[in-house]
Every structure is written in structure tokens, then in C-alpha cells.
T-cell receptor, first 108, second 115 residues
Framework: DAKTTQPNSMESNEEEPVHLPCNHS???????IHWYRQLPSQGPEYVIH???SNVNNRMASLAIAEDRKSSTLILHRATLRDAAVYYC?????????FGTGTRLTVIP | EAGVAQSPRYKIIEKRQSVAFWCNPI?????LYWYQQILGQGPKLLIQ????????DSQLPKDRFSAERLKGVDSTLKIQPAKLEDSAVYLC?????????????FGPGTRLTVT
């Protein structure tokens, strides 16, 4: 499984878009890119995942670079409820190896 | 759809005591995971079950930790004897099958404090 690198923290104003970056330069061709988030005092929650193409769901969008060495999670309009630690995980199995993630602070 | 259930939510024990955690996964989910999350870190996989068989327990400290998933449904994780460094949140997760295309659903966790 490829190691991922994320900024330790980011801030966003409420109702503005947020772009959370992730580097996974050693990703293999069959590794998926997963994003989970963890709200305070809760277990992690699935956000989105993809392989090669950009993905959209009701929570977020995932933009994957053409060489797959990086990706960006996009929250289109941040709300206070989006304040959480966001984990980017690259894996070819269903084992998730969490790093320390990016702590997102949403400013009212 | 009911989520992953865990109990207890909190547990405080003294070092060298034993403790057990219980997990009930989402109905129909074949794969069950136990994670340990130490304060300030991301969750770390301890053990993965596929039905009632162990798929991966490479990160489980087997001298003191044990886990079982009888009948391929509920699971228990036990620590005996506990050490101070076992203080953490223990998370249970389940997924439909063991595949990177299926998401994992996490329970709320059990916060263990060892004094």
C-alpha cells in the first residue's frame, strides 16, 4: 500500500469550497484512493473513493491527477458540520492504513 | 439500516486487569475489523475477519490481545493483562466483503483508560 502525505491542518470559511490535497507518489496501478473523515468523538466515516476517474457523490468530489500521484478532496460548500480530521488512504486491499490526516477547521 | 454497535462505550481499568469489548456489525457484512486509535493518531488495524476466519492479525499483540468472531457475526476483543499503553479508543468496523471497492462502516468506539 502506498504511503500518503497530507497537510496537518487547514482552515476554511463557512459556505466556501474546500480543497484537501493528498500526495500518493508511490501508488500502484491497482490501488484505490479512499477518503474517510472523523468527527470529534466518533468513528471514521466514509466519504468517497476512486481509482482513476474523478468521482462525485452527495458528500464530496474526488479529483485524481492524471498520473495518479496526487488527489484532491473537494467539499463544495463547507459547513460547521464538516469540521473533522480527513484521512486520505491508498490501498489495493481492504485494509485501511490511516495516517494522521488533515484537521479541517471551519470558521463561521 | 442499523449501524455498527459497540459496547461498552467507556471502560476504566487498572493495569494488569483484563477487559473485553463487543462488536455487532451491520447485518450481512462478511468482513469485520478491529482498530486501535491512540490519542492524536489515526486508527491502526489490529485484526480483520472474513466471516469467522482471521484474514490479517499481523498487528495484533498476541501475547495480550485476542479476538474471536463466533458464527461469523458478533466479535469480541480481549486484552489480558492490560498495560498503560493500551489506553486508546478501540473501533470496530464492517464491510460487505473484503474488497477495496467496498466502504467500511465504523462503530462509535470504546474508549479504554488504563490506570
Amino acid at each position: 500500500d502506498a504511503k500518503t502525505t497530507q497537510p496537518n491542518s487547514m482552515e476554511s470559511n463557512e459556505e466556501e469550497p474546500v480543497h484537501l490535497p493528498c500526495n500518493h507518489s508511490t501508488i500502484s496501478g491497482t490501488d484505490y484512493i479512499h477518503w474517510y473523515r472523523q468527527l470529534p468523538s466518533q468513528g471514521p466515516e466514509y466519504v468517497i473513493h476512486g481509482l482513476t476517474s474523478n468521482v462525485n457523490n452527495r458528500m464530496a468530489s474526488l479529483a485524481i491527477a492524471e498520473d495518479r500521484k496526487s488527489s484532491t478532496l473537494i467539499l463544495h460548500r463547507a459547513t460547521l458540520r464538516d469540521a473533522a480530521v480527513y484521512y486520505c488512504i491508498s490501498t489495493g486491499a481492504n485494509n485501511l492504513f490511516f495516517g494522521t490526516g488533515t484537521r479541517l477547521t471551519v470558521i463561521p | 439500516e442499523a449501524g455498527v454497535a459497540q459496547s461498552p462505550r467507556y471502560k476504566i481499568i487498572e493495569k494488569r486487569q483484563s477487559v473485553a469489548f463487543w462488536c455487532n456489525p451491520i447485518s450481512g457484512h462478511a468482513t469485520l475489523y478491529w482498530y486501535q486509535q491512540i490519542l492524536g493518531q489515526g486508527p491502526k488495524l489490529l485484526i480483520q475477519f472474513q466471516n469467522n476466519g482471521v484474514v490479517d492479525d499481523s498487528q495484533l499483540p498476541k501475547d495480550r490481545f485476542s479476538a474471536e468472531r463466533l458464527k461469523g457475526v458478533d466479535s469480541t476483543l480481549k486484552i489480558q493483562p492490560a498495560k498503560l499503553e493500551d489506553s486508546a479508543v478501540y473501533l470496530c468496523a464492517s464491510s460487505l466483503v473484503s474488497s477495496p471497492i467496498y466502504e467500511q462502516y465504523f462503530g462509535p468506539g470504546t474508549r479504554l483508560t488504563v490506570t
